[in-house]
């Protein structure tokens, strides 16, 4: 299957330095490329899981990191379709190429997976979790982000703590993402894990911040009593 992105050399240099020259990119800027992976959908969702898999790998070994944003996309576009089997060979690409953004992006393909295969749960985690790699432990702690009310709490309590004390700053931006967006269903829970843990002040401080910002709001905005109306 034929496909090219569009290059933007004018956009180039910016997004090379954003993400510390670690990749060469043809500059296409995310709103454009999100509506080119929305077109190309429309011809991969036609192909068979065995084709779309071979379409996605060789996305993956382009040499610029759109192709790794699309390759991505396609893959989470297809989760429904997965099996264990293709899960497998989704994670020999997540180490390829690997960065921050990366792997944010397959955390989504990955925690899609989960949402269509709860029972399968144990069996991805286990991909992640205790890996040597801090990569695939950053993956493990925000595996879950949104899933709210599903969250398995064990689970994201055991990931923090396996690395609380990891002086990676990936790492501990992970843990404060992940208890920030818990705190959106269960407030207390995370301020309590707060409270009896010794976390970094960087973690601690991105735990918290929706709860304070919740604060705040509510200090500025008290409920009006009977008597105000």
């Known amino acids: 299957m034929d496909f090219e992105l569009p290059i933007y050399p004018e956009n180039q ?3 090379k330095k954003y993400m510390q020259s670690q990749f060469e990119f043809n500059g296409v800027k ?6 080119i992976e929305r077109q190309l959908w429309q011809s991969v969702k036609q192909l068979p899981p065995a084709e779309i898999m071979q ?3 060789v996305l993956y070994a382009r040499p610029t990191r759109e192709y790794q944003y699309v390759a ?3 893959a989470r576009r297809s989760v429904r379709w997965w099996q264990p089997a293709d899960m497998e060979q989704l994670l020999t690409l997540v180490l390829e190429k690997v960065w921050w953004d990366s792997i944010d992006a397959w955390r989504k393909v990955f925690g899609e997976y989960i949402r269509w295969h709860p029972e399968q749960f144990d069996w991805v985690a286990q991909h992640f979790k205790g890996a040597d790699s801090f990569w695939l432990r950053r993956l493990a702690i925000t595996l879950q982000l949104s899933f709210y009310e599903k969250t398995n709490v064990a689970f994201l309590e055991e990931v923090i703590l396996a690395d609380i004390d990891t002086d990676e700053f990936f790492i501990q931006k992970a843990i404060g993402w992940a208890l920030r ?3 959106k269903k269960n407030p207390e829970w995370v301020m309590t894990f707060v409270e009896e843990h010794d976390l970094t002040i960087f973690a601690q ?3 918290l911040k929706k709860i304070k910002q919740n604060k705040m709001f509510h200090r500025k905005h008290p409920k009006s009593s009977p008597r105000d109306n």
């Open 13 to 15: 240099a910016a997004m």
């Open 30 to 35: 995310a709103p454009e490329r999100h509506l």
């Open 55 to 57: 379409f996605i790998e």
């Open 72 to 74: 991505i996309e396609m």
């Open 181 to 183: 967006n818990y705190s």
């Open 205 to 207: 401080r991105e735990a």
